[in-house]
């Protein structure tokens, strides 16, 4: 029975004691300090967005409410009695330890950081990492998602991203699209340039400026190379490409340019006689077949 009157006395000064009231201000101080950190953030953002990336502001948002937070949890610790000096020592050893023990995660949160500084491409861009190309979905301190074009999802290391090629396919508003002609040695290369031309002009999706660019590429071993590069607004690049391709292959059909394939010649060397050809007629051969008997 003593034993029961101990334990009510101890819930009722935990209840109406110092300790109680120290434990309700540290609850409103934990609820007060995250719907300051909340609405601080808003405002944050909508004074700084019009001047920073969709990125940006995502991880400018999180970094002022949890800085926020972890002021007024401090704050609450504090309330509640504890020494936050001792807190603060046993905080960095096992800051110091997981840093050991964990080389690679801090290496692609530091990445994260040069990416966040450097806003090599943003949320909604198209990148190529390596062979992987996708929409961008997410750019967190530790890793980037994509989206590729076949759907799947893609997560790279932030710290993959700093040592590796990344092309942003959407960083400006055009592009170019390079596409390579052969044509037969008997043709006239003029005369191909001003078809080219033509049918470039006649596109409505190749923009005139930048014009149109003409290279000769050098002589292959069945045809003249040429190069014949077109731009076009970045949405349109995909519809560009598919279709003058198309046009060209009109072109050169109505207009009589030939477009060779590989040629091969057999030679046996000057050591040898020349290969014996006989020429079979297909009804002779078919009436002398013993196996046809």
């Known amino acids: 029975m003593e034993m029961i009157n101990a334990w009510v006395g101890e819930f009722s000064d935990l209840l109406i004691g110092d300790r109680a009231?120290?434990?309700?201000?540290?609850?409103?101080?934990?609820?007060?300090?995250y719907g300051v950190a909340r609405m601080l953030r808003r405002i944050v953002l909508e004074l700084l967005s019009p001047r920073l990336?969709?990125?940006?502001?995502v991880i400018v948002g999180r970094l002022v409410f949890y800085v926020l937070l972890a002021l007024f949890v401090v704050s609450a610790l504090r309330e509640l009695g504890f020494q936050l000096t001792a807190l603060l020592g046993a905080a960095g050893i096992l800051t110091v330890a997981l840093g050991f023990a964990s080389q690679t995660s801090a290496s692609n949160l530091i990445s994260g950081l040069f990416l966040l500084a450097e806003s090599p491409f943003g949320i909604g861009d198209i990148v190529r990492v390596g062979s992987t190309t996708g929409e961008v979905l997410a750019i967190d301190l530790m890793s980037v998602k994509l989206r590729t074009f076949d759907n799947l999802f893609?997560?790279?290391?932030n710290e993959t991203l700093i040592k590796s090629e990344v092309t942003t396919l959407t960083r400006f508003?055009?592009?170019r699209a390079d596409l390579t002609?052969?044509?037969?040695?008997?043709?006239d290369i003029e005369r191909v340039q001003k078809i080219l031309m033509a049918v470039a002009d006649a596109n409505p999706l190749c923009l005139e400026e930048p014009k149109p660019l003409f290279i000769l590429l050098g002589?292959?071993?069945s045809s003249i190379n040429l190069q014949f590069s077109?731009?076009?607004k970045r949405e349109n690049f995909l519809e560009l490409k598919n279709s003058i391709q198309i046009e060209i292959k009109r072109a050169f059909d109505r207009e009589g340019v030939e477009i060779p394939f590989p040629h091969r010649t057999i030679y046996a060397g000057s050591?040898?006689?020349?290969?014996?050809?006989?020429l079979v007629d297909v009804g002779q051969r078919d009436d002398a077949d013993p196996r046809r008997a």
Do not use: N
């Open 271 to 278: 050591a040898s006689g020349p290969i014996p050809i006989t």
């Open 219 to 221: 002589f292959g071993d």
């Open 173 to 175: 508003p055009i592009r």
């Open 230 to 232: 077109v731009w076009a």
């Open 21 to 33: 009231l120290s434990i309700y201000r540290a609850t409103v101080l934990i609820l007060v300090g």
């Open 53 to 57: 990336s969709k990125h940006q502001s």
């Open 154 to 157: 893609v997560r790279i290391p």
């Open 181 to 187: 002609v052969g044509i037969a040695y008997k043709e």
